[in-house]
C-alpha cells in the first residue's frame, strides 16, 4: 500500500500498526471543495488537508466541513495546511490553476497553468513526499504531463483524472438514450479530456450486449451515436455558459479515483495515463483505460481500435505532443 503506517500504543502499552489514509487537495476552489465535500460525504479517509494560496479561504472551508463531521459516515481530521503537510500523505490531488471561461477550450489554459502547477509540483517534492499525485487542474493531459517530468516519480504513480468525468458523462446519456440503468452501461471515453474525445463504440456494452448491437436490433439510428458523443465533450461548454464552472461531477470522480487507491481496488477507469507505446504512441499522458491500486497504476489495458478509431486517438495524442513541445519547451 502506498499510505503510511504509524505506530500507535494500546492502553495495555502494546504496539499495533494502522495505516494513515491521508489525503491533500491543492486548490480550494470549486473542484477541489465539490471533491472535498464528496470525500466527508462517503468517508474512507482519515485526514484531509487542505492548502491553497488564499490561506483563510482554506482556513474557512475546513471549519465548514468540519462542522458536517457529525453527520458524515466517519470521523475524519480537516484542516488547512501547508505543503509540510504533504510529506506524509497517501495521495496528493492537483486541482489548482485558472478556470476555462465562456468561449475557451481547455488548452487555452496551458501555458499559465503549468507554471502553476510547475511550481505546486516543486513545492510538494521538497516536503519529501513519495506517494501518488492525481492531476485534475486543466488542460488535464498536459498537465499530468508537466507534474510527471517535474516530480521525478515513477510514470505509474502520477496520472490524471483523465477522461473519468468524459466517461460519466457517456454513461448517463447512454443510460438516459436507453432508458436504463447507468451502472449497468460499460462504454469509455478516450483520448484528450476535451474536444479530440472519442468513443470505440465496438467496445461499448449495455449489461452483457454491444451497443451497436442494441442499436441494430432495435432499428435506432447509428446517427444517435454521434449525438450521444457531441453531448459529451459540448457539456461542459453548455454548463459554464449556464453557471461559469463546472465542479460536481469532477469532484465526484476525483473522489471515485482515490478511493480506488486507498481501497486497493484493482478499478479500471479512463485516467490520463502514461503511454509507453501502447495504442502506438508514447512519451505521452492520455486518457485510457487502466487499472487502479494502492500502487497506482498497476496495468494499462489496450484495446484493439478500428483504423478509424486508431486515427482519431493519434490526431489527439499528436495534438497534444504539440502543445507540449511548441507551448512547455521554456518551463519544462
Known sequence: MCSIIIPLKTAKGGIIMIEKRKVVIVGAGFVGMSMAYSVLNQGGVEELVLIDIDQNKTQGEAMDLSHGLPYAPQRMEIKAGDYEDCKDASVIVITAGLNQKPGQSRLDLT???????????????????NG????????????????AKVSGL??????????????????????DYLEISSKNVHAYILGEHGDSSLVPWEHCYVGCKRMLDIMKDNNLP???LKKIHDGVWKAAYEIIEKKRATYYGIGLALNRIV??????????????TYLNDQYGQSDIYIGVPAIINSSG???????????????????SC?????IIQNDLKDII
Request: hydrophobic share 45%.
Open 259 to 272: 478511493k480506488a487507491i486507498l481501497n486497493d481496488e484493482n478499478a479500471i477507469l479512463t485516467v490520463s
Open 154 to 175: 515513477p510514470k505509474g504513480r502520477v496520472f490524471g483524472s483523465g477522461t473519468v468525468l468524459d466517461t460519466a458523462r457517456l454513461r448517463y446519456l447512454i443510460a
Open 111 to 129: 501555458v499559465a497553468n503549468a507554471k502553476i502547477v510547475k511550481d505546486i509540483t516543486e513545492k510538494i517534492m521538497a516536503s519529501g513526499f
Open 222 to 224: 447509428t446517427e444517435d
Open 318 to 322: 499528436n495534438m497534444l505532443k504539440q
Open 132 to 147: 501518488i499525485i492525481v492531476v485534475a487542474s486543466n488542460p488535464v493531459d498536459v498537465m499530468t504531463y508537466v507534474v
Open 297 to 315: 497504476i498497476k496495468e494499462l489495458l489496450e484495446l484493439k481500435l478500428n483504423s478509424e478509431d486508431q486515427a482519431k486517438l493519434d490526431k
